[in-house]
């Protein structure tokens, strides 16, 4: 029986071709391309191509991870695999949404795209769809995945590092899952484990969230009036190296008793993309405990923003936040700030 791929399309610089003022934008030739070049190179394997969306990513907002997850959910029985054709400057948003709203997934969920499209000469994409077919072919792993560059690597854990470089996309505080060069060098003990549920989507969400990130000089009272208006219902302070708040900083203490008040969580993250955080090293830090601020520990930016919203969309009472914030999910976190 052959394996089944379903490619979903969502756009990038991968489909991307220059308009008449030599800008990119969303071309339709990608199709053709691929079924030309790849479904010959598989023999083996039987492609669909899903033309689901064609927007640079930038454009992405949360309702388009619902769509990816939703289009997912139709076509899980009928597919092996899935490979997600995505831009580059959210694809790191999407991944850790995907990595929460795809529940109990026993199958691969690839995303790649590629830094120059796949009409220009030097072009990245064919290397990296192929790379992403072989990855989705595997089989072994049961996860959403970003494949780029012949990296592969946890989708909840990723940043994109470099606008340039065909090596855009780097895994801070998590070591890759596979390599590709002339093999396939696979770090099993890094995979997610099969998960005993029955797959299935969660897709609720609430996008109200605020990040801020410290710099000498803050003023947090700034920030205050936003959240007296009650719009805000989850913060993200970005904290220096392992999560110092210097508790003495303009406005902050008024900040937090005010969210506190409203029951807003707050979690901390670092602007470090290496390391944890850790809230009781510093002195510095240690008021921060009383106002029950959260511990990212070593979640990427990306990942704790998309984390609050899904906590945000599935709960009401802050302590369950908190319990979904502190818990590992999808392999998003270490379990503990110790090291
Ligand atoms: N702006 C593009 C996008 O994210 C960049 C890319 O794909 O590399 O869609």
Same mark, same amino acid.
């Given at each position: 029986m052959k394996k089944k791929i379903a490619i979903i399309h969502t756009g990038g610089t991968f489909v991307m071709t220059p308009n008449q003022e030599g800008k990119l934008t969303p071309g339709h030739y990608a199709q053709e391309i691929i079924a030309q070049r790849i479904e010959t190179l598989y023999p083996q394997v039987s492609f669909s191509q899903?033309?689901? %969306?064609? %927007?640079?990513?930038?454009?992405?907002?949360?309702?388009?991870?619902?769509?990816?997850?939703? +289009?997912? @959910?139709?076509?899980y029985d009928e597919y092996d695999a899935f490979v997600i054709i995505h831009g580059t400057d959210t694809m790191a948003y999407t991944a850790s949404a995907l990595s929460f709203m795809l529940k109990n997934l026993d199958k691969v969920v690839v995303l790649t795209g590629s830094q120059l499209p796949l009409m220009a000469t030097r072009?990245?994409?064919?290397?990296?769809?192929? @790379?992403?077919?072989?990855?989705? %072919?595997?089989?072994?792993?049961?996860?959403?995945? %970003?494949?780029?560059?012949?990296?592969?690597?946890r989708g909840n854990r990723v940043k994109k590092k470099d606008a340039w470089d065909f090596h855009a996309f780097y895994s801070p505080n998590f070591e890759p899952l596979i390599k590709l060069?002339?093999?396939?060098?696979? +770090?099993?003990?890094?995979?997610?484990?099969?998960?005993?549920?029955?797959?299935?989507?969660? *897709?609720?969400?609430?996008?109200?969230?605020?990040?801020?990130?410290?710099?000498?000089?803050?003023?947090?009272?700034?920030?205050?009036?936003?959240?007296?208006?009650?719009?805000?219902k989850g913060l993200v302070i970005e904290a220096y190296g392992s999560g110092n708040i210097p508790s003495d900083n303009l406005g902050l203490e008024e900040?937090?008793?005010?969210?506190?008040?409203?029951?807003?969580?707050?979690?901390?993250?670092?602007?470090?993309?290496?390391?944890?955080?850790?809230?009781?090293?510093?002195?510095?830090?240690? #008021?921060?405990?009383?106002?029950?601020?959260?511990? *990212?520990?070593?979640?990427?930016?990306?990942? *704790?923003?998309? #984390?609050?919203?899904?906590?945000?969309?599935?709960?009401?009472?802050? #302590?369950?936040? #908190? +319990?979904?914030? *502190?818990?590992?999910?999808?392999?998003? +976190?270490?379990?503990?700030?110790?090291?």
């Open positions: 899903i033309m689901l %969306l064609n %927007l640079d990513s930038s454009l992405f907002q949360p309702h388009h991870w619902v769509l990816m997850s939703e +289009k997912i @959910a139709e076509l072009s990245d994409a064919i290397q990296n769809l192929i @790379a992403a077919i072989e990855v989705a %072919l595997y089989g072994e792993l049961q996860e959403v995945v %970003l494949v780029f560059n012949n990296t592969t690597l060069g002339i093999g396939m060098e696979r +770090k099993q003990h890094r995979y997610l484990p099969k998960r005993s549920g029955i797959f299935e989507i969660d *897709t609720r969400i609430n996008n109200n969230v605020l990040i801020i990130p410290f710099f000498p000089g803050l003023n947090f009272s700034i920030y205050n009036p936003i959240i007296d208006e009650n719009r805000v900040l937090f008793s005010s969210a506190a008040h409203r029951q807003i969580p707050i979690a901390v993250c670092s602007q470090s993309p290496v390391g944890r955080v850790n809230l009781s090293l510093y002195e510095v830090a240690s #008021k921060t405990e009383f106002y029950g601020l959260i511990s *990212t520990v070593d979640m990427t930016r990306e990942a *704790t923003l998309v #984390k609050m919203m899904i906590a945000l969309g599935r709960y009401r009472s802050i #302590k369950n936040i #908190k +319990k979904f914030m *502190t818990a590992n999910i999808a392999g998003e +976190k270490e379990n503990s700030d110790a090291r």
